[in-house]
């Protein structure tokens, strides 16, 4: 049979889509954008534990002292490990979404109900929509509207969308037909009948929906994460990057409480405004005798009353958002609190380069936002101008993809490292096992698989595409795609047992100084010669910031500055990179002055000099 080509129309459908209607996704963008960022400053503005008392007042309204008692306790856990700013984040981005899907939703429910023909045309493609796996919609989110909580959002609305019609015609068609028919019978008009009739009986079904819509949206951030939509979901991607236990853990417990405390809530209003949810309730109170006092509910007033008194407490002990103030126009503030965002991959040179720059930029003033990202979605932010600059694109053959597909969208700040080498290794207690040639027949002893890295970079495709065809050993080997910090565990396990193992590597990497290891050799050049590390910018980007590109074009390392601060960062401990920045700058005292230089104000009369260079 004849290949089909599909997936070549679809990214001529992308690309033509993209050179015409990019006026709609800027403004979609600019909208989903100002609504994202309108909501999240009002959930965060008032200090954590009193925005979580009036979350709590919410919860004893709807369902009792007890369940106001246990979301204090929750939202109280979740500001003590740290992560309120990312559960704001994350619930600012499932209320945008829930806002627009069900804007969307419910008309077209609706719609589908009193429409057969309408019912019939939605329904193949809600099931489409429904069972295409999520990431999916994110390749066309980054494409159309880059990096950034926007692709998230978008992607979430299509995932979300479909319980969301399903159930607004679900509980329209499930409305008694008779009551329907009586109506009518006396002279009511279409209109009044759906809101007077159907949509109050249909109410608990259409709650049903929201609360799928919700919880679908939930499911999502954490792939909202892969593309920069911060959030819980970037700490669990960053937990996932790291192999970080402790980080996933308590990122997902977060989650977890966000998810409990938006599922009982959610179903509980849902009793409050369906008619048929307040007689049951009333006839549950008739027969139990009153409430408990863990049950005991207040009046909607005294909720009220509630939130209003911790909403003014909150403003007259100053604790909502403080204005940041004016930074200083001395030496050590020429940033003046501009924003700057550096991408990273989790590799160890870009996580120690993109840890240095950030520490260095703040000390000189610049508020520095750090987005770890896939290689695709990285460069995809750069030349979309949602990333500033990134420090890790090794040229010009690993990222050679890349930079070919993006170079005119972007700013080569030259390379501050090399050169560099890539290669499969294994530890040395391996004998026999020198060369690329070597592993030819012996895949039994390594069980078939070479250990890779994520599947984006550059050196997988070489390895995949070059490296195994000219040794001969596709088919023999297979490559397993993962993570870096996952392929140094697997090489930690392997090498504290003696067992065999083959796994991707380059150079510099600290793994050399910390295990005892060989690099296969590779007498056929297969790998190519060495890369030089590179700063990669947005277009644009150094004619903004003249310092800044200046300083980015004069970076160079050592090797052994560069393997020193990978290991302090090893040492320090995940999550704490910064701090190992810190601490390793402190122990190389003129280093962030070399980098950085700025004027410095002399003494009276002696006029301005620089710092040393």
């Known amino acids: 049979m004849p290949r089909l080509h599909l997936g070549d129309w679809v990214d001529s459908g992308v690309n033509w889509l993209q050179s015409h209607l990019s006026w709609l996704f800027d403004a979609i963008s600019s909208l989903v954008t100002g609504m994202y960022d309108g909501i999240d400053a009002v959930l965060s503005s008032p200090a954590p534990l009193l925005f979580a008392g009036i979350l709590a007042v919410v919860a004893w309204w709807l369902r009792g002292l007890s369940a106001g008692v246990l979301a204090f306790a929750g939202f109280a856990l ?217 049950n005991y509910r207040p009046q909607p007033a005294v909720a009220l009353v509630g939130v209003v008194v911790l909403a003014l407490v909150a403003g007259g002990m100053g604790m909502f958002g403080k204005a940041k103030s004016a930074e200083g126009s001395n030496a050590s503030s020429v940033g003046q609190g501009k924003k700057v965002s550096i991408g990273y991959i989790p590799w160890d040179e870009g996580i120690a380069s993109t840890f240095l720059w950030k520490e260095m930029l703040e000390q000189r003033g610049f508020e520095v936002e750090t987005k770890q990202l896939e290689a695709g979605a990285l460069y995809t932010g750069l030349a979309g101008g949602q ?31 090399g050169p560099t080498s890539l290669e499969l290794s294994v530890p040395s207690y391996m004998k026999g096992i020198d060369s690329l040639e070597d592993l030819k027949g012996k895949s039994g002893q390594f069980k078939g698989r070479i250990i890779g890295i994520e599947p984006s970079a550059g050196m997988m495709g070489i390895l995949k595409d070059k490296v195994l065809k000219d040794y001969g050993l596709e088919g023999e080997y297979k490559v397993v795609d993962g993570s870096t910090p996952g392929m140094l565990a697997e090489l930690k396990r392997a090498y504290d047992k003696k067992e065999p193992i083959v796994t991707t590597l380059w150079s510099p990497h600290w ?90 104000a002399g003494k009276a009369g002696n006029g301005a000099k620089m710092a040393p260079q």
């Not at 959002?153 to 299509?158: F, K, L, N, Q, S």
């Not at 019978?185 to 949509?199: E, I, K």
């Open 78 to 294: 979740i500001d003590s490990i740290e992560l309120w700013d990312d559960a704001m984040a994350t619930l600012s981005l499932v209320l945008v979404a829930t806002i627009v899907t069900l804007v969307i939703a419910i008309p077209l429910g609706v719609w589908a109900s009193r429409s057969k023909t309408v019912s019939g045309i939605t329904r193949p493609v809600l099931d489409f929509m429904q069972t295409m796996p999520a990431m999916v919609y994110l390749i066309p989110g980054v494409i159309f509207f880059g990096v950034g909580v926007v692709p998230g959002i978008i992607a979430t609305i299509v995932f979300s969308l479909p319980p969301g019609v399903r159930m607004t015609e679900l509980g329209i068609r499930q409305v008694d037909e008779e009551l329907v028919e009586a109506a009518e019978a006396f002279g009511t008009t279409p209109r009044n009948t759906l809101v007077r009739v159907q949509l109050p009986l249909a109410l608990p079904t259409i709650m049903a929906g929201i609360n799928q819509v919700i919880m679908l949206g939930l499911s999502m951030v954490v792939i909202a994460g892969m593309v920069g939509g911060g959030g819980l979901g970037a700490a669990v991607y960053r937990a996932i990057g790291n192999v970080d236990v402790g980080l996933g853990f308590e990122a997902g417990i977060s989650i977890v409480i966000l998810a409990m405390y938006l599922d009982r809530m959610t179903g509980a209003l849902s009793r409050q405004v369906s008619p048929l949810g307040r007689r049951a309730l009333a006839k549950a109170k008739s027969l139990t005798g009153g409430p408990k006092t863990w």
């Open 511 to 600: 793994a050399y100084s910390s295990y005892d290891l060989k690099k296969l050799k590779d007498p056929k050049g297969s790998w190519g010669k060495g890369d030089g590390v590179h700063t990669l910018a947005r277009k644009g980007f150094s004619a903004e910031n003249p310092q800044v590109g200046k300083w980015l074009k004069n970076f160079h390392m050592t090797e052994k500055q560069l393997t020193d601060l990978e290991a302090r960062i090893q040492t320090t401990g995940k999550g704490k990179e910064q701090d190992a920045v810190r601490a390793w700058l402190k122990d190389n005292p003129g280093l962030a002055d070399k980098w950085t230089p700025v004027a410095k």
């Open 387 to 417: 990333v500033d600059f990134e420090t890790d694109s090794w040229l010009p053959v690993t990222h050679a993809q890349y930079w070919k597909k993006y170079q005119s969208k972007l700013e080569d700040m030259g390379s501050w490292y």
